[in-house]
């Protein structure tokens, strides 16, 4: 009986009754079990539920996470094309327009102020975002520092969000100013995938960047054809880079008052053997925007270097030669000690090596800028502010930035009104009071000379006197048209 039992129950029996058994007992008994088995498979069901609803809940997240940017929570690159396309499969009938828009040199930001101030001026754009546009449209981070919009044709164009995101930046306090540069993309063909629409929404963007006035552009057409060629003009570049193209021809810059001859302004020309010579208007702000500039500044340098060696040689006592320097140079921290390495490897005194800073680049207000200046200075080089006038100047300026000499543009002397000529003449006084050098450029008639040196205007360069010339026939210029050591007007 026992044994019977014993096997019943390890064979997997709930229970075991054994006979004679009284009915209501052994009804109890069964009761029991089915309450016992339906208690557990609704435990069973319940857990079963719950480890459902944790793994949606689960994927939910991993589908926020693969949607979304961790930092601002806005959606990525590839859940802004996805929402985008639905928003416009949503409105058959509505235009639309993509948006990208990004900061100045961002870059720059974090690493002045830390990655913290930068994280904070993300933030803030994305706040603004989430505020102005929730409603009207479709809004992400693609990368870095570069945003996408998709909005209502009308909405894009009005630009309420594009004072409202300058206003958010504004606000986080950067001691620059924090500039965004907008590109739009009018959509016209539905079909064409968003990623193309932001690409050409990027391109018009890229038109911009770097515009002192325009922080917005539609995109039109042209833009791929001028993105292709610039692409193809900056590979030229560093082809004929290591070709030996590109030269320094210099033009020299006269005393008004002695009519000598005092030093030279080194002019970057690219000797191409289809174009001819090519001057650096058609190619320094593509080899600006993408950084080639440096690598064809410093092969301007050495070439100057050589140039001055040769004159020292030459004659008894050289004239400096400037150069120009791309503001781009003020973000690399070796700048100043590669420009000492420099002229000591070529034994050339600083003196002699003087260097032209843009003043956009001072309206930059780069902490580093004045660093860098007063390094220079007190090792011995010469800094000239170039294109006074030509941007946002301000004479405050001049005030600020102890610069040894300052170029006024040659877009002063275009204008012959005596309006003009009055400030000419305030700027002259007031870099005078502040024993700051002058020098007027872009000269090109005499009665603009006589003006000059009549408000004892210190230097002048132009055309008047002589146009850049290659470097090699300077020493040769020199003594043909003045036969002697000392060249006068
Ligand atoms: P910039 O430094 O202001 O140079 C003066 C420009 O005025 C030169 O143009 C020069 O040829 C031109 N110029 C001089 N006298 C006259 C004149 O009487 N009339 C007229 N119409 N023009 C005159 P260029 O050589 O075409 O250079 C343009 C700009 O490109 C320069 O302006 C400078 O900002 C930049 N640049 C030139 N060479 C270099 C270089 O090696 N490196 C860098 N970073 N920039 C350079
Ligand atoms: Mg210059
Ligand atoms: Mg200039």
Redesign the pocket.
Known sequence: ETAHEETALTCGADDFIAKPFNPVVARKRVDNIVVKHVLERERLQAALRETELLAARRAQELLHVAEHDRLTGLYNRTAFCRKTAELLAAHPDEEFAVIQFDIERFKIINELYGSAKGDEVLLAIARTLGEWLHVAGVYGRMEGDRFALCLPHDVALEGDYVRALEEAVAATEVDRQVVLYFGVYEIEDRTMPVDIMCDRANLALHSVKGDYNTHFALYDSDMHQTFLANHELVGEGERALREGRFE??V?PVFDLATGALVSG?????WRDPQKGLV???QF?PFFENSGF?IR??GH?REAVCQLLVQMSEQRSSCPPVS????RLEFYDPRFCQNLIDLVSRYNVPPSLLRL?I?ESAYADNLPQLLEAMAQLQSHGFTVLM??FGAGFSSLGLLKSFMVDSV?L??SFFLDDSQRAHDVVESIVELARKLGIETVA????APEQVDFLRSIGCDLV????YA??MPAEELEAWMRARHGGEVTQI
Request: glycine share 8%.
């Open positions: 320094p021809f033009q302004e080194a002019l970057v020309r001057p650096p208007g320094l500039i064809l500044d301007i150069v120009n320097v791309s032209e843009t170039d294109d170029k543009d040659r450029e872009g000269i090109e360069q132009g055309y008047v146009r850049p």
